[in-house]
């Protein structure tokens, strides 16, 4: 079983909708969680961090934390296309030091 | 600004021919990691160091070495690179305080091998 798990879509989503993106973990000991956006060539960078249950607001962005299902999720308001990217979901396990494990990621397209 | 340097952006080296890639970062952070990415995967730890402090990752090929000479500064070395190595090699880092979970990586340097 995958540590971190996605989809790999793509998901389309058409501009102006409501992009939902999933993440499932399997350490049920893992306190911190964190989504990236990459764009094609480019490196991952941080859009949300979120360490307790429920919900987290970031301007379009909101990242949803359930402990007990373990899973993530990403939702992105009002989409554009410039939100077209891989969306990278990244949890910090339970057992010493501060290791990342990445899903391999979510592609979104976001069509006008 | 702060930031998370590397260098080169884009290194091309031969078979078997050693490389050097650099990061460097501004953010005070007293960790750094390094890790591979290959196109459509996730990206892959190879090592990090907690301060002075190397930690490398069991599967890490020996082929892969790393110096922090001061916080500021790593580098990675690849003795002996072959095709399979081809990647984007990415530098992140992590520091002390609320944020200290959170990783910030650097532009990346795309390796290609001939």
């Known amino acids: 079983q995958k540590e971190v798990e996605q989809n790999s879509g793509p998901l389309s989503v058409p501009e102006g909708a409501i992009a939902s993106l999933n993440c499932t973990y399997s350490?049920?000991?893992?306190?911190?969680f964190f989504w990236y956006r990459q764009y094609s060539g480019k490196s991952p960078e941080l859009i949300m961090s979120?360490?307790?249950?429920g919900d987290k607001e970031d301007g379009r962005f909101t990242a949803q934390l359930n402990k007990a299902s373990q899973y993530v999720s990403l939702l992105i308001r009002d989409s554009q296309p410039s939100d077209s990217a891989t969306y990278l979901c990244a949890v910090i396990t339970s057992g010493g030091y501060n290791k990342l494990i990445f899903g391999a990621g979510t592609r979104l397209a976001v069509h006008p | 600004d702060a930031m998370v340097i590397q260098n080169p952006r884009y290194q091309v080296t031969q078979f078997g021919k050693p490389v050097t890639l650099s990061c460097s970062q501004t953010?005070?952070?007293?960790?750094m990691y390094w890790y591979q990415q290959k196109s459509s995967q996730a990206p892959k730890l190879l090592f990090h160091?907690?301060?002075?402090?190397?930690?490398n990752e069991a599967d890490t090929p020996d082929n892969f070495q790393s110096r922090r000479p001061n916080t500021s500064f790593c580098f990675l070395d690849i003795r002996s690179p072959g095709l399979g190595d081809a990647a984007m090699y990415l530098c992140?880092?992590?520091?002390?305080?609320?944020?200290?979970?959170?990783?910030?990586f650097g532009p990346g340097t795309r390796l290609t091998v001939t």
């Open positions: 979120i360490y307790s249950n």
């Open positions: 160091y907690y301060d002075k402090d190397f930690n």
């Open positions: 992140a880092t992590s520091g002390p305080g609320q944020e200290t979970y959170e990783q910030y």
């Open positions: 350490d049920r000991g893992s306190q911190s």
């Open positions: 953010l005070n952070h007293n960790v």
